[in-house]
């Protein structure tokens, strides 16, 4: 069964998160997981205050549909 989402584990001080993500075709997944560590570490400390020791990204699948053209109607 697939995990979807975002799963939060809440200390006193502290805070872990996973997150469960579909990425799109041709895009780097090291960078992108990167990206979305810094981004969700920065605002969660930001907002709340708690120290965030882990940003796990889950990459449950990959988005083929961008990849495949589709034709244009014809009017």
């Given at each position: 069964?697939?995990?979807k989402g975002v799963k939060v584990?809440?200390?006193e001080k502290e805070c872990a998160v996973d997150l469960f993500i579909v990425v799109e075709?041709?895009?780097e997944i090291p960078?992108?997981?990167?990206e979305i560590q810094e981004n969700v570490?920065?605002?969660i400390e930001t907002m709340t205050g708690l120290n965030v020791v882990q940003v796990n990204i889950h990459v449950q699948g990959v988005?083929?549909?961008s990849a495949v053209s589709v034709p244009e109607e014809k009017e």
């Amino acid at each position: 069964k697939k995990k979807k989402g975002v799963k939060v584990d809440v200390g006193e001080k502290e805070c872990a998160v996973d997150l469960f993500i579909v990425v799109e075709y041709g895009v780097e997944i090291p960078a992108v997981a990167l990206e979305i560590q810094e981004n969700v570490k920065r605002a969660i400390e930001t907002m709340t205050g708690l120290n965030v020791v882990q940003v796990n990204i889950h990459v449950q699948g990959v988005n083929f549909r961008s990849a495949v053209s589709v034709p244009e109607e014809k009017e």
